[in-house]
């Protein structure tokens, strides 16, 4: 075998065994950069914090999409109040599309009797600070938004807030 015939045999062969390498790289890089992309996909649908809650007016809760350049549509929202005082108070609505910074309300109806009720007792925000009328009055709020993407993919956000109060004066934070 002369020279020139094994330089070829020895560079065939590290042009096969290069190209193995490169191949075995580019699909393990493939494999972890997809699974990266399922984990951060799941993160999202689990708890995609899309969307910020504040009242309005007492009863009246503005739900805003607060993602990032990312419109939804075919929006439901379920929400509940139960008061320390034994009221609760349910509301659902229903938005074919909610834009990137725009809010729909959602409105608890059967709260007319209970904000009447707070109104007439003349409650101040110094008023609240004893434990006996945050007790009477502190509302917890469960909610559950389920919306779908651009992408058509289904998602969801569901959460408990408390102590919360359905009055942006008197309200104790963010719902």
């Known amino acids: 075998m002369d020279t020139s015939t094994l330089l070829a045999a020895v560079g065939g062969f590290v042009v ?7 191949l075995l790289v580019a ?21 995609p914090s899309g969307w910020r809650l504040q009242w309005a007016e007492p009863g009246v809760l503005l739900v805003s999409n607060a993602d990032h350049g990312e419109s939804v549509h075919d929006v439901r929202m379920e929400a509940t109040l139960v008061a320390g005082s034994g009221m609760s108070a349910s509301a659902e609505h229903t938005a074919r599309f909610v834009g990137t910074g725009a809010s729909v309300e959602l409105r608890f109806a059967d ?22 009328a945050r007790e009477q ?29 359905p009055v942006p004066d008197l309200a104790l934070g963010p719902a």
């Open 111 to 132: 709260l007319a009797p209970w904000l009447t009720e707070v109104a007439s007792a003349g409650w101040t925000s110094e008023a609240y600070s004893s434990p006996a």
């Open 27 to 47: 699909r393990r890089e493939r494999r972890h950069r997809d699974r990266l992309v399922t984990a951060v996909a799941a993160a999202r649908r689990v708890d």
């Open 16 to 22: 096969v065994k290069t190209a193995t390498i490169a």
């Open 137 to 165: 009055l502190a509302c917890t709020l469960t909610y559950t938004i389920r919306w779908v993407t651009d992408d058509g993919e289904h998602r969801y956000e569901s959460r408990t807030a408390q102590p919360v109060l």
